[in-house]
C-alpha cells in the first residue's frame, strides 16, 4: 500500500459514476455545437451567404476526403504525418519528463536546468524556423525537430511542477516510515505528479500538432501540411479545408485518448466535478 491513503469510497467521496443513459446522454450533449456548427455552416454554403470558393461546404470537403482516402492519397500523407509527430513526440517529451524530473528532485539539477529552460521556453519555438533551417536544414529533421520542440517544454514545466506542487508532509512521512529514496519517489513523488504530467502531455499533444503544420509547410515532401501547400498552388480550398479537418480530428483523438488514460491510472484522484 501507498502512503497516499485513498479517500472512503463513498459515491460522495469518489464521485458515482453516472448511470448508463445519462452518460450518453452526456456524450451527446457534448456534440450538439459542433453539429449546430456544421448545419450553419452547410446552410450558409448552399444558400449562398458564404463564398463556396473560399469555404466550400462540408459535404464538398467529405466528399473530397472520401476520393482522396479511396485512391490511397490521404492515407499516405497521413501516415507521414503520424511518424513524425510520434518520432518527435516521443524524443521531445522524454527530453522533457528527464530533465523536469531531474530539476524538481535535486537541488544541482535545478540549479543547473532550469534557468537555462525558463529562458529558452519564452523564445516562440516556430520563430526559430529561419535558424534551424541553417542548422538542421529542410528535411526530415525540421519537421521532427519542431515537434520535439513543441512537446517538450509543456512536458518539462508540469514535470517539474508537479514534482515541486507535492506535500512535503508526505515524504517526511515516508522518510519517518522507512522508505528508500526510490521507495520515496515510487509511492509518493510519482504518484503526486501524474496529475500534472497528464495535463502536460495534454498541452505537448496540442503543440505537437501545430508545430506539424509549420513544419510540414516548409519544403514539404508528403504529410498532411504538403497536401495542403500543393492543393493551395492550384486554388482546391476543399482540399485545404480537408487537411485542417484532419489535424483537428488528430487532436481531438488524441486528447481523448489522454483523457482515458488519466482516468483509468489516476482512478484514485478526483477534482471538483462540474454541476
Not at 31 to 40: G, M, S
Not at 98 to 122: H, K, N
Not at 212 to 227: S, T
Request: with cysteine.
Amino acid at each position: 500500500m501507498t502512503l497516499l491513503d485513498r479517500r472512503p469510497r463513498t459515491a460522495r467521496a469518489v464521485g458515482a459514476e453516472p448511470p448508463a443513459g445519462r452518460g450518453r446522454a452526456r456524450r451527446w450533449r457534448r456534440a450538439v455545437t459542433p453539429v449546430l456548427l456544421a448545419a450553419a455552416w452547410e446552410g450558409g454554403a448552399r444558400i449562398g451567404l458564404l463564398d463556396t470558393d473560399k469555404l466550400p461546404a462540408p459535404s464538398t470537403v467529405l466528399a473530397t476526403g472520401w476520393r482522396l482516402a479511396a485512391d490511397g492519397t490521404l492515407g499516405g500523407y497521413l501516415l507521414d504525418s503520424l511518424q513524425r509527430a510520434a518520432l518527435g513526440l516521443l524524443i521531445g517529451g522524454l527530453l522533457g519528463l528527464a530533465l523536469g524530473a531531474v530539476a524538481g528532485l535535486l537541488r544541482l539539477g535545478d540549479d543547473l536546468v532550469d534557468p537555462t529552460v525558463q529562458m529558452a521556453r519564452m523564445l516562440p519555438h516556430l520563430g526559430l524556423v529561419p535558424l534551424l533551417i541553417i542548422w538542421v536544414g529542410i528535411g526530415e529533421s525540421l519537421k521532427v525537430t519542431l515537434v520535439g520542440l513543441g512537446a517538450f517544454f509543456p512536458v518539462y514545466l508540469n514535470t517539474y511542477a508537479g514534482i515541486r506542487g507535492i506535500d512535503e508532509r508526505l515524504v517526511e512521512a515516508a522518510r519517518a516510515c522507512g522508505l528508500t529514496p526510490l521507495e520515496r519517489v515510487r509511492h509518493v513523488v510519482v504518484p503526486g505528479a501524474l496529475p500534472s504530467l497528464f495535463l502536460g502531455l495534454r498541452f505537448a499533444f496540442a503543440a505537437c500538432w501545430l508545430s506539424l503544420v509549420v513544419g510540414e509547410q516548409v519544403n514539404g515532401q508528403g504529410g498532411l501540411g504538403f497536401m495542403m501547400m500543393e492543393a493551395r498552388e492550384f486554388s482546391q480550398t476543399d482540399v485545404v479545408v480537408l487537411g485542417l479537418l484532419v489535424y483537428a480530428t488528430l487532436g481531438l483523438l488524441s486528447d481523448l485518448a489522454l483523457r482515458y488514460g488519466e482516468r483509468r491510472l489516476l482512478a484514485w484522484h478526483r477534482g471538483l466535478r462540474a454541476t
